[in-house]
């Protein structure tokens, strides 16, 4: 029921900023977890950062201090503020959410993706 939509994302230059959105369509985004994965070539996905419904945030350890997610419900949107980037940051960022409804069902999706290209 919940659909996603990056933005955001391009080249920019090592040691430099972006941020990146991720709109929601639905009723129910306050009741839900956000989380930010990325993916290079050849590499597996990995989780870069979530938030829970609540607020509470966690991050990986090449995001922590360099990366910051947050979440605005009124506007039903997600965001990933990525600064003192590195080469090796580069990939293509997805945005997923999860719900964990009252009668035991878990409910995921995922966003179309936003390449993000650090280099100089």
Do not use: H
């Not at 009124?74 to 719900?99: F, G, H």
């Amino acid at each position: 029921q919940v659909q996603l939509v990056e933005s955001g994302g391009g080249l920019v230059q090592p040691g430099g900023s972006l941020r990146l959105s991720c709109a929601a369509s639905g009723s129910i985004f306050s009741m839900i977890a956000m989380g930010w994965y990325r993916q290079a070539p050849g590499k597996q996905r990995e989780l870069v950062a979530s938030i829970t419904s609540g607020g509470g945030t966690q991050y990986a350890d090449a995001a922590k201090g360099r990366f910051t997610i947050s979440r605005d419900n009124a506007k039903n949107t997600a965001y990933l503020q990525m600064s003192s980037l590195k080469p090796e940051d580069t990939a293509v960022y997805i945005c997923n959410y999860r719900w964990e409804t009252s009668w035991g069902k878990q409910l995921d999706d995922w966003g179309q993706g936003t390449q993000v290209t650090v280099s100089s």
